[in-house]
């Protein structure tokens, strides 16, 4: 593997360690009004520092598969394969939820294709990521045929449409005392979000991925992503303290502030392509999509364990989250040298 491709596997592994690290925040944050105030701060302050993850996932999606030719047998492929995924992980989490009874695996099944109530909730990734694939042809010969100038353009109106409306929809519903929403979602741009970080990571790779940041431009985007995440530990904390209740739109993956703070956190590494040569990276990397469906049996292991809530925020988050990651990637490595549980489920 070339070098400049090492650091996209640094984003995998340091995404899907955020992925949990939100999962044991949201212990807490899920818990507004009964754990410690200091306790919620900082479950707010991990889950802001981590919200780029998702983002990141599209983002580095978009950088590798939007520059390849369509290929028939590789798409439905791909689709077969993220659908096969999804039901199988559904009815795991479904047994192991429900003390491995059968009764209703049927309904599981059916009811994985539209949404993960009855699973996991973390299972929703996997929605948008099929919804992607299935057109991905279309994105493929849209972006190959984009000028320079479209793209700008693309960048803008998806940062105004989508990331812009969480703030100007609600402030215009407040001054109108009604309920205000995009009547006319604007294709591609607002109404599909994920799909618009695939586009922009395919763009941004395009456009940094021979160029090397000075010492200069890294803090610039490095203070980008500490003054985007500090915004959004600010607003959700106090908007909750003064609705009573925890305030999600400021922590939002379609957010503004998350998608300045993805974008600072993706150009910071893929312009700093030199400073990755670890086979460690390259190791782990491999295991990143075990690691995220894996997950949520370890984290849900350890809540029958403890009561995590009642666990200093401070100390339980990084602890469980390291604890949860060694153990999600142990067990991808052990299960990933079996041939066809690899190939079915992984």
Not at 194 to 211: M, T
Not at 228 to 253: E, G, H
Not at 279 to 287: A, M, Q, R, Y
């Amino acid at each position: 593997m070339e070098k400049r491709k090492i650091n996209i596997e640094f984003i995998r592994i340091f995404a899907v360690f955020m992925v949990i690290s939100i999962h044991v925040a949201n212990v807490y944050i899920r818990r507004f009004g009964t754990v410690p105030d200091g306790d919620f701060l900082v479950s707010v302050i991990y889950s802001s520092f981590s919200r780029v993850c998702v983002p990141l996932f599209f983002m580095i999606g978009g950088a590798f598969a939007l520059n390849k030719e369509y290929d028939g047998k590789k798409y439905f492929g791909k689709i077969i394969k993220a659908i096969t995924v999804l039901i199988i992980w559904s009815v795991i989490y479904y047994l192991t939820k429900n003390g491995f009874h059968f009764e209703g695996i049927g309904k599981v099944i059916v009811n994985s294709f539209f949404n993960a109530d009855m699973t996991s909730r973390h299972l929703w990734y996997m929605y948008p990521l099929i919804a992607i694939y299935i057109a991905l042809p279309f994105l493929q010969n849209m972006c190959k045929n984009l000028s320079e100038k479209q793209e700008n353009l693309f960048l803008i109106l998806w940062f105004c449409f989508s990331g812009l409306s969480y703030i100007y929809i609600p402030l215009a519903s407040h001054l109108a005392k009604s309920n205000i929403a995009l009547e006319y979602p604007v294709p591609l741009i607002n109404s599909a979000y994920y799909a618009g970080y695939f586009i922009a990571g395919h763009i941004l790779y395009k456009r940094f991925k021979d160029v090397s940041f000075n010492k200069r431009k890294n803090i610039i985007c490095i203070a980008i992503y500490l003054i985007s995440t500090l915004v959004t530990i600010l607003s959700t904390y106090f908007i909750s303290k003064a609705l009573d209740s925890f305030a999600s739109p400021p922590t939002w993956y379609r957010g503004a502030v998350v998608i300045i703070a993805s974008v600072a956190v993706f150009l910071l590494i893929v312009a700093n392509a030199d400073k990755f040569k670890s086979k460690f990276i390259l190791t782990v990397s491999k295991h990143t999509f075990g690691i995220y469906l894996i997950h949520m049996i370890f984290l849900n292991i350890i809540k029958k364990i403890i009561v995590i809530a009642d666990q200093p925020a401070a100390v339980a988050i990084p602890v469980i989250t390291v604890i949860v990651f060694v153990c999600s990637l142990l067990s991808s490595m052990l299960l990933s040298k079996i041939p066809f549980i690899k190939k079915v489920i992984f």
